[in-house]
């Protein structure tokens, strides 16, 4: 960058600011020339030269001329009647130019050989000038001149101006004549420059390539200083933001993304992958989070029901023990194997009925098949399962609302779920009572609600009755002479979490209601 600008500066500067004063010069006597068109005099106009610019107006009729400079202005009367005969023929000769352009000729010879012969007749004539005059001799000095040049640079249709050119040793002179007709004369205005050489320049841009190369060397630095800080500043943000990545704990920190918005370079594109990395990792950890606690939550399910289930099976084990000890020995009332044996037999079938709700409850939540089906549906074929309890118990059932209810749900689970419901329903409604069931279906949920007039749970055990093995009563069951065991709302619960259902068992205004909340996705249509 350096050696470039050396070389812009020492090559082309000069030749840049030659063309800037030449350019300056022509609009110079163009400005001359307009205020002396326009006002006759040069009152306000700034000029390159001002002691050697001037106008010269040639009127169409008269014998004088009219020059005027920057600081003067003059009227030029002719008296010698040979110089008023060469003004009348300049006259005719513009004249003819003005009418027919290219193609007068301009050739004054003759003319200016008589002016020459008048003036050389004025110098010979005595006491014609205050001083004499003796030429002692003269040179011609076209060999000292080269590289003579000429330009001609319209603006209207009346108005043109020359600029030649001519060059010395030393020097390079510029004159520039502006030629415009008007109605009543023609003005010519002049102006003589001595015009830079871009050699003259050169040196004097060398003399500053010292401060020109500190100039340069300190805006490099500068430069390099505010480009090495937006490049290094970014990497600084990205690598502490990378470490608070590491230290952080639950993935707590902000993507960088929100405080580059006006950034679209590689660094916001690094920092763009870098968030998306992380924010995957942050997604992967929460879902393995989730699924720990899940697990965790099962782990410790399984834990706590193991243990409460072997409890549980004590009893009934032991009293199977009891009996059967007690009739082999004929001891008492235990000999009268008629009334003890379906007894043992109730106690084993209690323990059947635990250890297959234990087995299918591990097996349904491990095979899940989510498929769409009608809920009401599947609520009519388990009731057709409790007919005989209910015309045991003299119960009667109503029927509420919707015949037909599209849910998301494995069959098996949600059908061990209304079992279980419709059950303890049955069982705790007293005899002769009546069993409300209503469905209903929103537009983003349905319901089932299961309601068994004039029952009531206890406050107290309200507040535990999803846990395993709790139980309202203790009676037999009539249709098999099993005793409850208490699972039944366990499982209930824990199916419908697998199955993302609200279920919610609460004292009603008449009884105790359980109300099954099913998501409808899809519109409800059960055909997909």
């Given at each position: 960058?350096?050696?470039f600008?050396?070389?812009?500066?020492?090559?082309m500067?000069?030749?840049?600011?030659?063309?800037?004063?030449?350019?300056?010069?022509?609009?110079?006597v163009?400005e001359?020339?307009?205020?002396?068109?326009?006002?006759?005099s040069?009152?306000?106009?700034?000029?390159?030269?001002?002691t050697?610019?001037?106008?010269?107006?040639?009127?169409?009729?008269?014998?004088?001329?009219?020059?005027?400079?920057?600081?003067?202005s003059?009227?030029?009367?002719?008296?010698?009647?040979?110089?008023?005969?060469?003004?009348?023929?300049?006259?005719e000769?513009?004249?003819?130019?003005?009418?027919?352009?290219?193609?007068?000729?301009m050739?004054?010879?003759?003319?200016?050989?008589e002016?020459?012969?008048?003036?050389?007749?004025?110098?010979?004539?005595?006491?014609?000038?205050?001083?004499?005059?003796?030429?002692?001799?003269?040179?011609?000095?076209?060999?000292?001149?080269?590289?003579e040049?000429?330009k001609?640079h319209?603006?209207?249709?009346?108005?043109?101006?020359?600029?030649?050119?001519?060059?010395?040793?030393?020097?390079?002179?510029t004159?520039?004549l502006?030629?415009?007709?008007t109605?009543?004369?023609?003005?010519?205005?002049f102006?003589?420059?001595?015009?830079?050489?871009?050699?003259?320049i050169?040196?004097?841009?060398?003399?500053?390539?010292?401060?020109?190369?500190?100039?340069?060397?300190?805006a490099?630095?500068?430069?390099?200083?505010?480009?090495s800080?937006?490049?290094?500043?970014p990497?600084?943000?990205?690598?502490?933001?990378?470490?608070?990545?590491?230290?952080?704990?639950?993935?707590?920190?902000?993507?960088?993304?929100?405080k580059?918005?006006?950034?679209?370079?590689?660094?916001?594109?690094?920092?763009?992958?870098?968030?998306?990395?992380?924010?995957?990792?942050?997604?992967?950890?929460?879902?393995?989070?989730e699924?720990?606690?899940?697990?965790?939550e099962?782990?410790?399910r399984?834990?706590?029901?193991?243990r409460?289930?072997?409890?549980?099976?004590k009893?009934?084990?032991a009293a199977?023990?009891?009996?059967?000890?007690?009739?082999?020995?004929?001891?008492?009332?235990?000999?009268?194997t008629?009334i003890?044996?379906?007894?043992?037999?109730?106690e084993l079938?209690?323990?059947?009925?635990?250890?297959?709700?234990?087995?299918?409850?591990?097996?349904?939540?491990e095979?899940?098949?989510?498929q769409?089906?009608?809920?009401?549906?599947?609520?009519?074929e388990?009731?057709?399962?409790?007919?005989?309890?209910?015309?045991?118990?003299?119960?009667?059932?109503?029927?509420?609302?919707?015949?037909?209810?599209?849910?998301?749900?494995?069959?098996r689970?949600?059908?061990?779920?209304?079992?279980?419901?419709?059950?303890?329903?049955?069982?705790?409604?007293?005899?002769?009572?009546?069993?409300?069931?209503?469905?209903?279906?929103?537009?983003?949920?349905?319901?089932i609600?299961?309601?068994?007039l004039?029952?009531?749970?206890?406050?107290?055990?309200?507040?535990?009755?999803?846990?395993?093995?709790?139980?309202?009563?203790?009676?037999?069951?009539?249709?098999?002479g099993?005793?409850?065991h208490?699972?039944?709302?366990?499982i209930?619960?824990?199916?419908?979490?697998?199955?993302?259902?609200?279920?919610?068992?609460?004292?009603?205004?008449?009884?105790?209601?359980?109300?099954?909340?099913?998501?409808?996705?899809?519109?409800?249509?059960?055909?997909?």
């Amino acid at each position: 960058m350096l050696l470039f600008l050396v070389g812009y500066f020492i090559n082309m500067l000069p030749s840049l600011y030659v063309d800037y004063v030449m350019e300056q010069n022509l609009r110079s006597v163009c400005e001359q020339h307009r205020a002396y068109v326009e006002s006759g005099s040069y009152e306000g106009v700034r000029v390159r030269n001002s002691t050697a610019c001037y106008s010269l107006e040639i009127p169409m009729e008269g014998e004088y001329l009219l020059i005027t400079g920057k600081s003067f202005s003059a009227e030029v009367q002719i008296k010698a009647e040979g110089l008023v005969r060469i003004l009348d023929r300049c006259r005719e000769k513009l004249l003819a130019a003005r009418e027919h352009g290219a193609e007068t000729d301009m050739r004054l010879e003759p003319e200016m050989e008589e002016l020459a012969d008048i003036l050389q007749e004025f110098l010979g004539k005595e006491n014609a000038l205050p001083v004499a005059v003796k030429l002692r001799y003269s040179r011609d000095m076209g060999e000292e001149f080269f590289n003579e040049s000429v330009k001609v640079h319209f603006y209207t249709d009346n108005m043109f101006v020359i600029e030649s050119g001519i060059q010395d040793s030393s020097n390079r002179y510029t004159n520039y004549l502006a030629a415009e007709w008007t109605d009543e004369s023609l003005i010519l205005s002049f102006l003589p420059v001595v015009s830079p050489d871009a050699e003259e320049i050169r040196p004097v841009v060398l003399q500053s390539l010292p401060m020109l190369g500190a100039v340069i060397v300190l805006a490099v630095l500068l430069f390099s200083r505010i480009y090495s800080r937006g490049i290094v500043n970014p990497i600084e943000e990205l690598v502490e933001h990378a470490g608070q990545m590491k230290r952080g704990k639950d993935f707590p920190v902000e993507p960088l993304s929100g405080k580059w918005q006006g950034r679209q370079d590689e660094v916001r594109r690094l920092a763009d992958t870098l968030d998306e990395f992380y924010l995957q990792i942050r997604e992967s950890y929460r879902e393995l989070e989730e699924k720990n606690t899940r697990l965790e939550e099962e782990n410790q399910r399984q834990e706590i029901f193991l243990r409460a289930s072997s409890h549980q099976l004590k009893t009934p084990i032991a009293a199977a023990l009891l009996l059967v000890e007690g009739m082999m020995n004929g001891i008492g009332r235990y000999a009268d194997t008629g009334i003890y044996l379906p007894k043992v037999k109730a106690e084993l079938l209690s323990m059947r009925k635990m250890v297959e709700d234990i087995l299918y409850l591990n097996r349904c939540a491990e095979n899940m098949n989510l498929q769409r089906m009608d809920a009401a549906g599947i609520l009519r074929e388990r009731m057709q399962a409790c007919q005989v309890t209910l015309a045991d118990k003299k119960l009667r059932v109503e029927f509420r609302g919707e015949e037909s209810l599209p849910a998301d749900a494995d069959e098996r689970m949600l059908s061990q779920i209304l079992d279980n419901l419709l059950s303890n329903a049955v069982h705790y409604t007293p005899e002769g009572g009546c069993i409300r069931i209503t469905v209903r279906r929103g537009e983003a949920e349905g319901t089932i609600a299961i309601e068994n007039l004039g029952a009531r749970i206890p406050e107290e055990l309200l507040l535990h009755i999803f846990e395993p093995f709790v139980s309202g009563a203790q009676s037999m069951d009539s249709r098999a002479g099993m005793r409850g065991h208490g699972l039944g709302l366990y499982i209930a619960a824990y199916y419908a979490r697998k199955l993302d259902i609200s279920l919610a068992v609460q004292n009603s205004a008449e009884g105790v209601a359980a109300v099954l909340a099913f998501p409808i996705h899809g519109g409800g249509d059960l055909s997909k």
